[in-house]
């Protein structure tokens, strides 16, 4: 009991980037993690530094086999969500400092269907919502890898990609994005990169999935939160075809 006690410990500290334990021999606990994704050999060593001596970041979009190898991989092994296949539209962004090395990535997907809170901030209905929801973006994945100590990394970043996700959907996918999503699991965190970073909090979820039609699935109850990327974004996303 004391050595599953240990272990437990060991892997909650590493979970939230306090230590980095050396490759697992047993299975992972991260019960998301998908077996058939490749490991990719990486650079594990503590990077402890202030933010003005890893910079410039460079956020680079995962286009290549190599990254996308690499992407999967990091996210796979260190997301405590881990990865899968994204079905949709979708961007994948990785993040390296001055030196090369990986500092993170980001996941940004399909929109959730229906929130409560995000559909009243916008001023959806229902036939409105359906027309324009690929004009959003959910944040799905954004990972900091358990090594890298570097203070107000997360939410200069997060101010990084906001300027250029819009520009890279609208080449990819010939269609503009104008305002960003996510979920925070208030069971784990707290949101604080988010805030840092001018995200607005505009409610929470019911701790229910989407396929909960008898209101007897319980999940995490999730944080909200909403990034505009224009000012008249309201007056697009509830435009209707043939108005």
Request: glycine residues 6%; charged residues 20%; hydrophobic residues 35%.
């Amino acid at each position: 009991m004391k050595d599953m006690a240990c272990r437990s410990l060991l892997l909650k500290l590493e979970r939230r980037g306090y230590l980095v334990l050396p490759p697992r021999k047993a299975p992972s606990v991260n019960h998301f993690r998908n077996r058939s994704i490749s490991d990719i050999e990486h650079d594990s060593s503590i990077i402890a530094a202030s933010l003005s001596t890893i910079r410039p970041v460079k956020i680079s979009l995962v286009q290549t086999s190599a990254d996308k190898a690499l992407f999967s991989c990091l996210l796979n092994r260190y997301h405590y969500l881990g990865y899968k296949g994204i079905v949709g539209e979708n961007l994948k962004y990785l993040v390296f400092g001055v030196d090369g090395r990986p500092l993170g990535c980001f996941l940004f997907g399909s929109a959730a269907w229906k929130t409560e809170s995000r559909d009243n901030y916008i001023g959806w209905d229902s036939k409105t919502r359906q027309q324009n929801l690929h004009y959003v973006t959910n944040n799905m994945r954004f990972l900091i890898l358990p090594w890298v100590k570097v203070p107000h990394l997360a939410s200069h970043i997060l101010s990084q990609v906001v300027r250029r996700i819009s520009d890279d959907w609208q080449v990819k996918y010939h269609h503009p994005i104008h305002l960003l999503e996510t979920f925070v699991d208030l069971s784990r965190f707290k949101g604080t990169c988010y805030q840092a970073a001018n995200w607005l909090h505009v409610g929470r979820t019911k701790g229910r999935t989407r396929n909960d039609r008898n209101h007897c699935c319980s999940v995490p109850v999730k944080a909200v939160y909403l990034y505009p990327l224009q000012r008249e974004f309201r007056s697009i996303l509830c435009k209707c075809r043939g108005q």
